[in-house]
């Protein structure tokens, strides 16, 4: 029986994933699933003051404690030099504190027991004396002249200060703005929120002292990158460092970096010569570990009276917590906020952004937001809204009025950036057109004469992902190139080796799929290797939607070589010229005369058989590729969003969403909705939900699922999904990044969405969340703060 | 102290500790590590197993209360080498990506369509409201249990027409 591409799940389209028969079953393989023979485990004593002087700390309780093994503390790793490592951004994060602590939550001890409620245990009987020091909670009080000094280990600092960065033409932008008739201008805060995966953070340390190799099994989505900077901060030869990072259980930006806690493992590994195993409760995830955003945006926007975007200018102050631990490229302390200037066609912008210490955890990069674009484009998609309110323009025809058009592209936007692609107004209409926009407005005012409220919101959002051409993008002098390894058996089947790391994306299926698209093997008779340094080529992980950009491109590209010499030996086998052969799905037919021909399987075996092979053809079916990708690629989407608000208690319901996505070719579209899906319901969360706020001691006031809350199915609509699809015009596939367009995009569309319920009330912004607090206070015309505790 | 508890249809006797939670019995001790912990405050699911045919959130409550009870976890869902029709389910609607609250939301929206077969969508919301998902925004679990609902197992069919 012949047996059809369909049947044979050939390419591109809607597959059943791979990694579902083990997930379903239990069967998946999570870092805490791991068990080694006689490991031990580690548990964190950490800090209850955000600001305070260590004087003393007695272990000898806990040391005796009779399944202790160890106890670590600062000043123990001072002598091994370990008590800082290097951040990030280019600065230092400690490992346990040793002057000072500066967060509520940092790691001040470690203690390695036998098992992991006796660890817990003995952590109550470390004895800490603290000197508690005035806190720097408020990003706007930092730089205040009386602000206390947080990073006093750093030699000469006076202040609180980090760095001072700017993009854009100011004289430009100035020169616009002098000449506007219409200026509006905000303070628009995009809070502290937190990726919370529901699987932790943890690590597995393993040193083998005979051989020296060290093993870390750990849930990172960077394994690669870990084990160079393993190698950097341990002095570690980085040959003898394995990372192996299993199944993870969503990561969302949050398992990029390398947290004290793994560097506490593997000394411990080291101090007891046996496995040591690490993993964080819920409360340490949320207090300690990357945190995202914190951007304190005062937003301006220029425009004629008519609604014609002249020039957008955004100042920034930027909270990076207690140490600069930013994950981002080298040349960009703000990531790529400065693609600010979103979708629209004007010639200027400017933006400045400084960044302050202040004590909270540190981190700032992460959540899905695609290296600070998740900011960029919550400010521009404010500021376009509070412009329509004081025009009086409806938010849609403003937009339609700015948007660039598909003939504009390639578009070298203000701040520097070359948007690949795009047809915007399409995107747009047809989100419109599925939402039935006229008819919502409609209905909106029938309801406002009932004295109801309900709010329509629209976001258009354009990212720039797939980090990066290697000349502009480094992380710690790490080009953000991503290699890929493709091996054919003799057999026909295949194995495809990758550098990045998925926590779900489906990378087992979708890049079978690109192999498959290309070659014409059946996906499933590919294999794809990940997640461990000893047995996959070098590359920077999964993050900033890259893996498919980069990642995909570079399996692409190794799968286009493996189908070029399987031509070549195919018409050696079949005594032509490759000029002469006919490349089908999997088969090599000689031109006109397609009944003979032979496919990728009988290729295969012949490159390994004993056939003469032509000239310069090495035996075997093998291709590599590192992929240094020319540009970002650039995925868009129009988000419209429909909300009701109860006047009485200031609750939100959303009751609609439209989300019209453009990320170029789709390898599996049904993957790629169910990674919109989850951008969406991030989107409801941050906009109505989720804060880490402090008190004004700096206590953390978001440490557990109790108070940072998140969206269950219940604040969820049922998303309506609709699609436009403009190749990337440099990626080998025309693929675009999609794993945080969703969750870039859709904050602005439900805070719009309510605000526009709130218009009546003459009320143009209020910060997230929009929580019924805060809703109820800005019916009153007092919004407040959110990162801050309430305090009246 | 000594327990025997029933999980998946087999008596397991162990010497714990009084305080040992249900989930680090049901991993620790017995090596089931597809019932996961997430959060310890009882709002995430992940850890939620079914006691005595009841959801329960295993993080919460202490393996001694499970002594002499049944308990069901994600590995005792597939029946002679067939899956639930709640796992078919989740494949099929790519109801999951990451796959770590999938244990505790099958196992609770299993119980679920054992009492209510033929539920609406905004029961199942209801129902899944104390499990959250960070990946997939809870549409195709909505539309996973919706499979499941529509597809039964064809013994729980014979069961309903007899009835």
Known sequence: MTVTAEQAHVGFGRRMRKEDARFLRGKGNYVDDIVLPGMLHGAVLRSPYAHARLVSIDTSAAEAHPKVRAVITGAVLETLNLAWMPSLSHDVVAVLATDKVRFNGQEVAFVIAEDRYSARDALELIDVEYEPLPPVIDARRALDPDAAVIRDDIKGKTDNHIFDWEVGDKAATDAAFADAEVVVSEDILYPRVHPAPLETCGAIADMDKVTGKLTIYCNTQAPHAHRTLYAIVAGLPEHKIRIVSPDIGGGFGNKVGIYPGYVLAVVGSIVTGRPVKWVEDRAENLMSTSFARDYHMHTEIAATREGKILATRVNVLADHGAFNNTAQPTKYPAGFFHIFTGSYDYPAAHCTVKGVYTNKAPGGVAYACSFRITEAAYAIERIVDCLAFELDIDPAELRMKNLLHAEQFPYMSPTGWEYDSGDYPRTLQMAMDIAGYDELRREQVEKRERGELMGIGISFFTEGVGAGPRKHMDILGLGMADGAELRVHPTGKAVVRISVQSQGQGHETTFAQIVSEITGIPSDDIEVVHGDTDNTPFGLGTYGSRSTPVSGAAVAVAAKRVLDKAKIIAAAMMEVSPDDIEVGRGTFSVKGDPTVSKTIQEVALAAHGPMELPEGVEGHLDAACVYDPPNLTYPYGAYIAVVDVDPNTGAVKVRRFIAVDDCGTRINPMIVEGQIHGGLADGVGMALMEVIAFDEEGNCLGGSFMDYQLPTAMECPSWELGETVTPSPHHPIGAKGVGESATVGSPAAVVNAVLDALKSYGVRHADMPLTPAQVWRTIQGRPFRTDLAITD | ?163
């Open chain 2, 1 to 163: 102290m000594q327990v025997t508890v029933n999980v998946n249809g087999e008596e397991y006797t162990r010497e714990i500790e009084p305080r040992m939670l249900l989930v680090h019995f049901l991993r620790d001790e017995l090596g089931l590590t597809g019932t996961h912990w997430g959060c310890d405050t009882s709002n995430c699911g992940v850890c939620v197993v079914q006691v005595d045919a009841v959801p329960v959130k295993s993080c919460t409550m202490l393996a001694a209360m499970a002594s002499g009870h049944e308990v069901l976890t994600v590995e005792g869902l597939e029946r002679d080498g067939e899956l639930d029709p709640i796992q078919q389910g989740f494949m099929n609607e790519h109801g999951l990506q990451c796959g770590f609250c999938t244990p505790g939301m099958m196992l609770t929206a299993r119980w679920f369509l054992d009492g209510n077969p033929h539920p609406s969508d905004i029961e199942i919301r209801e129902a899944i409201s104390g499990n959250l998902c960070r990946c997939t925004g809870y549409e195709n679990i909505v539309r996973a249990v919706r499979w499941a609902a529509d597809h039964p197992r064809v013994a729980e069919t014979e069961e309903v027409a007899a009835s």
